[in-house]
């Protein structure tokens, strides 16, 4: 995986409610997830919203039912994400509780 911010990075968490779909969901989204590795961020974002617009055009016959599906979901995803921020304004937080513990191994520090 790239080392730089600019490339998307996808963790698994059983607890996001972007994951916490039917079977059919999850496996999709590891299979995107798998697929958008080492891609850049612009280049994941575009490629989604292009799949995300595709999906609303070829489910909708007319414009008003495909403004008033791209409203409703859009509307979902943005509720989701504002949940990872802190108020107007403010910094990302954590949404889901921090469990991993580090263990290093045992170093030996005496000076030969």
Do not use: W
Request: glycine share 6%.
């Amino acid at each position: 995986m790239a080392d730089d911010d600019n490339h998307l990075r996808i963790g698994p968490n059983g607890r996001d409610p972007l994951t916490d779909t039917p079977e059919a969901g999850r496996v999709l989204f590891d299979r995107l997830n798998f697929a958008c590795r080492e891609f850049p961020m612009d280049a994941v974002i575009n490629a989604a919203s292009n799949v995300l617009l595709n999906v609303i055009r070829q489910r909708n016959a007319n414009r008003d039912a495909a403004e008033k599906d791209f409203n409703e979901m859009f509307g979902k995803l943005k509720a989701i994400l504002m949940a990872h921020y802190t108020g107007p304004g403010g910094s990302r937080r954590s949404v889901f509780p921090f469990r991993q513990t580090i263990h290093p191994p045992f170093v030996s520090r005496k000076d030969k």
